[in-house]
C-alpha cells in the first residue's frame, strides 16, 4: 500500500533536515508510537498501538535509517514489527524528501506500508483509510513540531496519543466516504489498476 | 418434518453441546502472514501459564509422523506448519487447557518470528514465469503447478471452429466462496489409556470416511475407532474434509489420555476451512448462423490455495467441471483444466453441488447467454434450438456422460409462460423508453447427482456405494440406520417415508439413526445430492428385502402358497379372498414368535446399492429485475424455478431445498466472496465482510415442477439438494446483464455489487473481481 503526502514547514532545509533524523523527537509523531531503545544513531526499537473498532495491536519491532542522502534531502527508514500477540505484522519503508519551497521547506513522505493480519482483515479494506489518517495526523503533528524544536521547546503535552478513539474512526469513515464519491465522479483508471486489470 | 421438533425447541445435540468428564479445551495458533518462513517458535511463555497442559507444535507432530497429512485429491497438507506459512490462517501449534479461554490465551504467548516471503493471491500470478515456488516441500515440484488436465476432442473441436459463422467468447472469474455453516467444525476426541479405543465425536458429513482416514493417517487399528457425527448444524460440503483441527484434538487426547474438545470460531472456519468455487473460465462457442452450436472449448485456471485438498472423489482431477453443456446437443467439445497454488487457504469443497458443477453450469449459462446476444437471437428460442429433446436420450455427451432422462422443452415452457414472458419483453421495452432498465435472465442445466458409480468415484480407494440396515421389531416398529448423515436435510423423514412407502410402516413408527461408525452400516456420507440418489435407493432396497421375507411370513400365517399372496400397501392378503389377509405389523410378530419351520427368526436386513450412473435433474430458472442505473442496486423483481428432480418423496423438503439454493444462489450473485489483498491478507473472515441474506433481502421464489422418473432409481428419484444453488446464479447475473444490453458489457464478476454494476454502465467496460496483486 503506497501513501504519499505532502506538507510545509516554515524553516530552511537543512534545520528540517536534522529534525527528521532526530528519532527521537520525530517518532512520537506517529501517533500511538513510543521509543524504547535506541540502539546507535540509526537503529531504534519501538511500539506503535493501534485500536481499530474490535482490534486492538501493539507492534513492537525495529527502526532503521538505512539511507541518509545529505545532498539531496533524502531519507530512508525502515520499520518492522509484530503484533505482541502474534495477530498481525506490519512492515513499512518511508522515504522522505525534502525541497526549498517558498515559505521554507516542503516535506514529501512517501510510505510503503504492508499490514498483515488482524488489522488488515476488517472492513473489505478499512485499513487503508485508517493508515491514510494515521499519515495525515503524522504529517500535521511533525508540521506542528518543527517550529517548537526549532525554538528549542519541548513536544506539546497531550501531543503523544494513541491511534485510537472516535476521532481515527469518524476520520476513517470521511476519508472511505470521499472515497466512495470520488470513485463516482472522479476517473475511474486508479480503481480498474486496483481490480488488477490492464 | 420430524427432526424439526428438536429443533425448533432448542433441544439438538450439537458437538459444542457434548460434555465429558474430565474434558479439556484445544485452541489453534493461526498464521496472521500469508506466505513466511518460520524462523522460530518459543513456547515457553504459554508452559507457564496455569492450566495450560499442551502445547503441541509442528516439530512435535512430526516426531508422531503427523505434521502432514494426505488429502482426498492425493497432495499433502501440513497439519502444524514446520518450514514455512502458506496462507493467512494456517495452523502453527495448538494449546490444551482447562479451559478454552486459558487455551486461547496460550496460543497468544507463543512468540513466531516470520521471515516475509511474497504473497500470491491468483493464479495468473502464480503461474507467471519467476513466481515464487510455494509448494518448496514437495520433491520434484518446480513451478505452483497443482495439476494439469484435458477432456474432449481438440482437432475435431478445432475443426469445427474453422466452420463457425460466429464464434462467440466469454471470459470470468467466478469467486471464491465460503460454504459457512452456521455451526463451525468442532471435534471431541477421547482416547482411552485403559480401552485403547478413540471415540471422536466430529462435526462431519461423513463419518466412516473419517474413521478409515484416521485409521491410516494416525494407524490406529479401525475397530478401534468410533467416529459419532451428532446434529450437525450445516455442512454444504464444508464438513466433508479432514481438518488439522480434528487431526490435533485426536492426537492430543492420546498424549494425555483425555478427551480434548476443539470448537472452531467463525474466523478460523471461514479463514481456514474449505473454500468454494474460485475458478477463471475463457471458452468459446462455435455458432450456426441458425443458431446451431457447433462446438464448445474452454480452458479453466482453478486457484487451489496452498495444498490440494479438494474434497472430491471423482477419478477427474477437475471433478465435473466437463458436465459443462451437458443439456444442449452439441456435437464436439474439448476443455483444459489447470490448478494453481496460491497463498490462500486450501480445501476446494463442493458447496452445496457434485465438484465444480457450480462453477461449469454457470459458465455454461453465461456462455449460452453471450452466444444468443452475439446471434442476435432471443436467448429462449436459442436455447431451444439446442437443448437435448426427449427423444434423443440416452445421450452421451462430448465429454463422456450419458443422461438419461429428462424433458427440457417442457421445463422452458413452463418456465417461459409462468413469468409471462412475451408481456415482460413489452414492459422491458415500455420501461427503457423512460429510462428504466429492466432485465430477464434464464439459466437452464442438467447437473450430474449422487455421486457416483464405482468405475468413476471412490475415497482412499472405497467406491461410492451407500448403504441402509432396518430392523423391525417384534410390534412392527423398526429402526433404520443408514451410511449417509443428515445435516439438515430431513433424512430422519425422508427415509422413514420411503420405508412406510414400501413396507406400509407408519413412518411415526420408524426411527431413523445415522452419524455412528459402531452402529451404521458403512456408507460414503452426504454431499453431493447423494443421499436420496444412493442411500435413499439403500433404504428402499432393504424395505423390499424385509418384504420377501415377510411375503414368506405372510404365506405361513394364511396357510397358502408365497405364490398366492398378493401385496398392498402394509398387507398381504390371499389373492382369492382379499378379506383374508395378514398385516406388516403381524409378520413382523410372526418373525419373532412364529415363523415357519427351517426359517431363520428375526425381521432385519442390510443394503449396499452402488448406483449404475450418476441422475441427471434438470431446472429451469427465470429471473427478472430491475437495475437502478443512478446506483447500481438491482433488485428481483420475480423469480421463477421449474425443477425436474424425478419423482418426489417428500413436497415439503424438495421445495425446502430449492428454496435454500436459490437463496444461496443470490447470495453469491448479490453480495458474498471471499476475497483477499495484495498482502495475501483474507478479506471476508468475518460477518461483517462475508454477506449472508436474511429474510429482509432475499425474494420470493415461485415453484413449479415436472416429473421425469430416473429410469435407474429404485423409485425414480434424482435428488435435488443442490440444482438451485448451482443453476441459480446464472439466472440472477443474466437478468442484471440484460438490463445492461445497450451498454455492450459482457460480463461483471459476482457477487454484483452495487459498484461493479454502476462502474459497467457508466464505463461500457466489463469489471473483473479478481483480487489485486502488488504492482511492484
Redesign the interface.
Known sequence: MLINSDFEVPAPVEKVWDYLLDVPRMAPNLPGTELTEVLDENSYKGRVTIKMGPVSMRFAGDVEIVERDEANHKAVINAAGADERGRGQAAMVLTATLAKAAGGTKVNIAQDLQVSGAAAQYGRGMITDVTNVLVQQFSRNAAEDIPRWLRGEERAAGQVSSASGLGIGLTAAMTALKRVFWRFFGSNTRRRAAMGRS | RVEDNRFIRGKGNYTDDIVLPGMLHMEI?RS???HARIKSIDTSKAWEIPGVRLVLTGEMAAQRNLAWMPTLSYDTQAVLATDKVRF?GQEIAVVVADDPYIAKDG??A???E?E?LPAIV?PEQSLAPGAPLIRDDKEGQTDNVCYQWEVGDKAATDRAFEQADVVSRLKLHYPRSHPSPIECCGSIANFDPATQKLTVYMTTQAPHIIRAAVALVAELPEHMIRIISPDIGGGFGNKVPVYPGYVCSILCSILLGKPVKWIEDKFGNL?STGFARDMYFDGELALRADGKILAARFHADTDQGAFFSDAQPSKFKIGLVHSAFACYDIPVGHITARGAYTNKAPGGVAYRCSFRVTEAMYFQERMIAAAAADLGLDPAEFRRRNLVRDDQFPYRTPFGFLTDSGQYHKCLDIGLAAIGYEQFLTDKAEAAKRGRRLGLGISTMTEPLGAGNSREYDILGIKMFDSAELRVHPTGKAILRTGAKTQGQGHETTWAQIVAHELGIPAADVMVEEGDTDTAPFGMGTYASRSTPVAGAAVAMVARKIRAKARKLAAHLLEVSEEDVEWELGRFYVRSAPDRGVTIQECAMAAYGNMPDGMEPGLENNAYYDPPNLTWPFACYIATVEVDPETGVWDVLRFVAVDDCGVRINPMIVEGQIMGGLTEAYAMSNMQFITF??????????Y??YLLPTAWETPGFELHEVVTPCPHHPIGAKGVGECAAVGGPAAYVNAVLDALSDTGVRNIDMPLLP?RV??AI??R?D???????R?D
Open positions: 495458533l496472521p502472514v500469508a493467512q496460543c497468544e507463543i512468540d513466531v516470520y516475509p491468483n479463514i489483498d495484495e498482502e495475501g491478507n483474507c478479506v471476508g473472515s468475518n461483517m465482510d459498484d454502476w462502474e457508466n464505463t467496460a469489471i473483473s473481481g479478481a483480487p489485486p496483486v504492482a
